[in-house]
């Protein structure tokens, strides 16, 4: 099976809610994690990433944690607005090559007005 | 830039016909991908190119084949389409090898009825 997956399939939120989208790993040997957004008829698009040597990052609204201990990965999006409506998945990588990126299934973020 | 462009967008084929999925890029990127994306699903590597003249299997080749003649496109062949092929295919590409972010076509809808 697919060693990165994701809890929840869909997640409702209010505007102006925080987001908080999960992602679990069962390769302890990856060392570096992409979080990706895609919209209804869009191609995937990079959010932001993290290394292995990193317990958190942040961007712009969004910040990733990951836990090495558990193998766990979230996504926080803060505020979130209508435009974050999409499809959010993870992706782990072991050798450094986008050749051996395995992606997850995706959660549906639908932000409600 | 307009990125990475990908043709048709929606396609119906029949058991057993033929068809290519165009793919082109005007960033000047070596890296070049092709996935497919199965519904609830992650996306699964079916050839990469690293440049020009080069080409290898990803995850899932079987009943693929690809070819890059030019650095800007790479297109896709279905030889015998069979109904395993539906899904939404998505080309992507980069500068190198390592894991600079991957840009994503619109990605083509395929249906094998």
């Known amino acids: 099976g697919e060693s990165v997956g994701l809890h929840l399939p869909t997640l409702s939120v209010q505007e102006g809610d925080n987001s908080i989208i999960n992602c679990a790993y069962s390769?302890?040997?990856?060392?570096?994690f992409i979080w990706y957004k895609q919209e209804s008829g869009k191609g995937p698009q990079f959010i932001i990433d993290?290394?292995?040597?990193?317990d958190k990052r942040q961007g712009q609204r969004v910040t990733v944690l990951l836990n090495k201990t558990v193998k766990h990965l979230s996504l926080q999006i803060a505020a979130t607005q209508p435009g974050d409506s999409a499809v959010y998945f993870c992706?782990?990588?072991?050798?450094?090559?986008?050749?051996?990126?395995?992606f997850g299934k995706g959660t549906l973020l639908t932000v409600n007005p | 830039n307009a990125g990475v462009t990908q043709t048709p967008k929606f396609r119906i084929l029949k058991i057993g016909q033929s068809m290519t999925l165009q793919c082109t890029q005007d960033?000047?990127?070596?890296?070049m991908y092709w996935y497919r994306q199965d519904p609830g699903m992650g996306l699964k590597l079916i050839y990469y190119?690293?440049?020009?003249?080069i080409t290898d299997k990803g995850e899932v080749p079987n009943g693929y084949n690809v070819s890059r003649s030019t650095t800007e496109d790479f297109p896709l062949r279905l030889e015998l389409a069979a109904p395993s092929q539906t899904s939404v295919y998505f080309c992507?590409?980069?500068w190198g090898q390592g894991l600079e972010k991957l840009f994503f076509g619109s990605g083509t809808q395929l249906s094998v009825l």
């Open positions: 992507a590409s980069t």
């Open positions: 390769n302890s040997a990856s060392d570096y």
């Open positions: 993290i290394r292995s040597n990193m």
């Open positions: 992706a782990e990588n072991l050798d450094g090559s986008n050749y051996k990126l395995t």
């Open positions: 960033m000047n990127h070596n890296y």
């Open positions: 190119s690293v440049g020009a003249g």
